[in-house]
């Protein structure tokens, strides 16, 4: 049956406890401990059975139960503080928030991890959107966020008596979460319209608050589309190449003209990964439509203020469609751009020129983007490098791909007791200093005793968590009463525990730690230093590698009798991610080196005083100071064919380590029963990793790095009806035909001389400009140390700024070098196209070398 009347029934709360509404509707409760409080103290274990929905609670609540609590006083006047605490945190914008709140963001990202009571993220890049936009909340950054809200989310985990991996979905009711339908003032819901290949549909929009930050989500679920648009937004993640492309159609395109229509001013453009990419050609084209600009002076202007950040370092992570598909899309679209089909198609190859090749949404956001970032500093020499050829005769070094590491948002990971005991001796307002080393200096007025016996608080939560949802799995799988009752007996609440919580992908390696069973279990049952592991994650649906990774996993504990020493734990969330972080004494991670862009994981761990022992890869290759954790190997690189070579070197060093160092090191106590050495790990961890790795810092760093330029950058070329774009523009036209005929005619320097150190070499270039001026083009010194492969190490550019005019366009550029090393050195001479719009050298795409 169709056409329902519809209507909504929401929860009958007492006046006096009015401002839980505000609460529940605010992801700022997830964070906040006080505000977790109200509904554990409400009813806890109706909290934990509705998955910490605090909308779906009130709706479950019983009306005696709301009532007792209104009649409760001391409760009552909690909910007022705490209920005042929000309205305080919204409304005043911190100091340091106000300078940093002019400019106004749009960030994009397919996923945005949350809480786990909004089941629309699939993994660590929605985890890394969440946390990015509590930060930005904290910070006050006026930022909004733009995302699909999928009727099924992600996909749900179990295991069957195999071990392999069963995949399901569950409906998410959104009526009973936190997010609302975005409503009209005379009540209707607000929708925008998109084209998709001819066929019009239409997008719901819901919002969601996160502290001060609004993300707005779309929605394709509504009775006016056909029964197949309606599902375009059911799946994260699901579908088909050509579902991807819709989605990804909504998210960039949808995007754009759903904040034209809601008249949120845009400034800056953030893609987080190239699923957003689109939106780069939706707002050029909002652009051209309302302040009749061409279609190069629009790209000019989106380019100038859009920031990408890519967390793939392998090319088949990227997303990328077949012409014939783009072709069924936009060739329609094309038309209002002004260009046509073929020419859009090369605006996202790597050779445009090449017409059977993909188009990919990366390629689109690199080359269309003035501010571009890997999330570590390792991903981002791998992205260097990997897309080394969008760039001609350009050294990889010189690629404007720079490094904004990933961190994570603090409060959302910090446990209950964590939080109390830095809050103690860091100061009430500690959070507001997270990124500052100083702060962090202060953990050493922790005494041991304190800091140990919360650290022990949490393993033992963590081992009864493990204990109930080993013995929910096992009741769901129909095992035997005497297995069920084994499940209490699973895990040492004192032993040393290992936690590797991840995507099972395959470059992951998730089961390394079990390549020599019989060594893997002397160190588990060693009778004077016990050890015990558990392990989480999901393996894509269509990833049948990673599925036979989690079966290997289960065999191995069944086949060897495991079971209460190694526990899987099946359906990966958040809350998993939590009890985990918070509990294990030691993070693994073993991914194949340079496959991992960033992680977070080993971050959230470290906030609860968890040591992390982990291959040099990602953030942990530059947080890794041998004191404050354990590298597996040392940074090497492997060829893929000495794969198994590498799988069996890396996994003896972690057994090693585990044998030799952790587990001694973890049960050398002294007569108190205090692991001294420990616990100084744990403190110079708190100072090295946390001080850093946090999404403040890392926000801050994209305010200071592209927000704010790119904002600036949005506000001159827009002023005097683009004035400045048209010039700018212009001008590049004119230099891209007049830049083939700049010619070096001589390079002269002493280089008969050996010079010593601090010694001044003159150079002295003669460089033929025809009909272009000395202002509009650089002429620099690219030198450095002369390696064995005949590249440059250590290099660096010396700009030749004194010029002087020869005769009929030649000119004599000239400066000089100082001798700060010594060796054997080496260098050319670049030419670049200069304009003070310009910002990296290489943006044009022309350069002259000799």
């Not at 040492?492 to 079990?514: M, V």
């Not at 005097?720 to 070096?744: C, G, M, P, S, Y």
């Amino acid at each position: 049956m169709q056409n329902f009347k519809k209507f909504k029934v929401i929860p009958d709360v007492p006046k006096k406890l009015g401002g839980l509404y505000d609460i529940v509707y605010n992801v700022w409760l997830c964070w906040n401990p006080d505000a977790i409080k109200l509904f554990l103290r409400m009813d806890e274990e109706l909290w934990n059975k509705t998955q910490h929905n605090p909308v779906k609670m009130l709706g479950e609540i019983s009306q005696a139960r709301l009532d007792e609590l209104a009649n409760d006083e001391g409760y009552v006047k909690e909910v007022a503080r705490v209920h005042k605490r929000l309205e305080d945190y919204i409304t005043n914008i911190k100091k340091q928030g106000s300078e940093k709140n002019g400019c106004s963001i749009a960030y994009f990202s397919l996923e945005y991890g949350l809480t786990e009571a909004l089941p629309i993220y699939s993994g660590g890049l929605g985890v890394l959107s969440g946390d990015h936009i509590k930060s930005a909340s904290d910070i006050g950054l006026n930022l909004t966020g733009i995302s699909l809200l999928y009727q099924s989310g992600y996909f749900r985990q179990y295991l069957n008596q195999d071990g392999w991996q069963q995949d399901f979905n569950r409906n998410n009711d959104f009526h009973n979460m936190p997010v609302k339908e975005l409503r009209q003032e005379n009540s209707q819901t607000v929708e925008i319209e998109l084209d998709l290949a001819g066929r019009k549909i239409g997008l719901k929009v819901w919002k969601l608050a996160v502290g001060r930050i609004t993300i707005y989500f779309m929605d394709s679920n509504i009775e006016e589309n056909s029964e197949l648009d309606r599902k375009l937004t059911a799946q994260l993640y699901g579908g088909d190449r050509e579902m991807r492309l819709q989605q990804e159609i909504i998210l960039g395109i949808g995007g754009v003209i759903l904040l034209d229509k809601l008249g949120i001013r845009v400034d800056v453009i953030h893609m987080n990964e190239g699923h957003s990419s689109f939106a780069i050609f939706e707002r050029a084209r909002l652009l051209m439509e309302k302040h009749s600009l061409t279609f190069p002076q629009a790209m000019e202007i989106t380019r100038k203020s859009s920031v990408f950040t890519t967390h793939t370092p392998v090319p088949a992570g990227n997303d990328e469609f077949h012409p014939d598909l783009i072709r069924k899309y936009f060739k329609e679209y094309t038309r209002q751009l002004g260009i046509s089909i073929d020419e859009f198609l090369g605006l996202g190859r790597l050779n445009p020129q090449k017409h059977g090749e993909n188009f990919s949404m990366p390629v689109v956001a690199i080359q269309y983007s003035a501010y571009l970032n890997g999330v570590s500093k390792l991903h981002s020499e791998v992205a260097r490098k990997m897309w080394e050829n969008l760039w001609h005769q350009v050294p990889v070094e010189h690629i404007p791909i720079k490094a904004v590491t990933n961190g994570v948002h603090l409060p959302t990971w910090l446990s209950f007791e964590m939080n109390e005991l830095l809050r103690r001796y860091l100061g009430d307002r500690w959070q507001e200093k997270q990124d500052s080393k100083d702060l962090w200096e202060k953990i050493h007025k922790i005494p041991d005793p304190e800091l140990w016996r919360v650290h022990s608080v949490r393993r033992r939560y963590l081992v009864y968590f493990i204990r109930e949802r080993l013995k929910k799995q096992l009741i769901e799988k129909g095992a035997s009463g005497p297995a069920i009752d084994e499940s209490s007996e699973a895990l040492n609440p004192e032993a040393l525990t290992i936690g590797f919580a991840r995507r099972f992908a395959a470059y992951k390696r998730g089961d390394l730690i079990f390549k020599d069973i019989q060594r893997l279990m002397e160190i588990l049952n060693n009778p004077q230093q016990p050890a015990q592991l558990i392990l989480a994650g999901k393996a894509h649906p269509q990833d049948h590698a990673g599925k036979e990774i989690i079966k290997k996993i289960i065999r191995h504990i069944n086949t060897h009798n495991l079971i209460k020493k190694v526990i899987f734990i099946e359906d990966y969330d958040m809350n998993v991610a939590r009890y985990m972080v918070q509990g294990v004494d030691v993070w693994l991670n073993n991914p194949l080196r340079s496959h991992e862009a960033s992680g977070t994981s080993g971050m959230k761990a470290s906030v609860n005083g968890v040591l992390n022992l982990s291959v040099l890869d990602g953030w942990w290759d530059e947080a890794y100071d041998n004191s404050n954790g354990w590298a597996i190997g040392s940074g090497e690189t492997y060829k893929n064919s000495d794969r198994d070579y590498q799988d069996e070197v890396e996994s003896k060093d972690i057994y090693s380590i585990l044998e030799n160092t952790i587990a001694p090191m973890f049960y050398e106590r002294e007569p108190n029963g205090l692991p001294r050495q420990w616990i100084k790990m744990m403190k110079n961890a708190f100072i090295s990793i946390v001080s850093h790795f946090n999404t403040h810092r890392m926000v801050k760093e994209y305010y200071d790095k592209f927000y704010w330029e790119a904002g600036t950058n949005y506000s001159t070329l827009s002023k005097d009806n683009f004035r400045q774009t048209k010039e700018l523009v212009a001008w590049k036209n004119k230099t891209r035909k007049e830049f083939h005929n700049i010619e070096i005619k001589k390079i002269n320097f002493d280089e008969t001389k050996v010079y010593t150190l601090r010694d001044k070499i003159k150079i002295e270039v003669e460089v033929f400009l025809g009909n272009l001026k000395p202002g509009e083009i650089s002429v620099d010194i690219y030198y450095g140390n002369i390696a064995a492969d005949d590249r440059l190490n250590q290099s660096s550019i010396k700009n030749l700024k004194d010029v002087v005019p020869v005769n009929n366009g030649r000119y004599i550029f000239s400066g000089f070098l100082t001798c700060q090393r010594t060796g054997s050195f080496g260098f050319k001479i670049r030419i670049t196209p200069s304009h003070p719009l310009i910002i990296d050298p290489y943006e044009m795409n022309l350069v002259i070398w000799k």
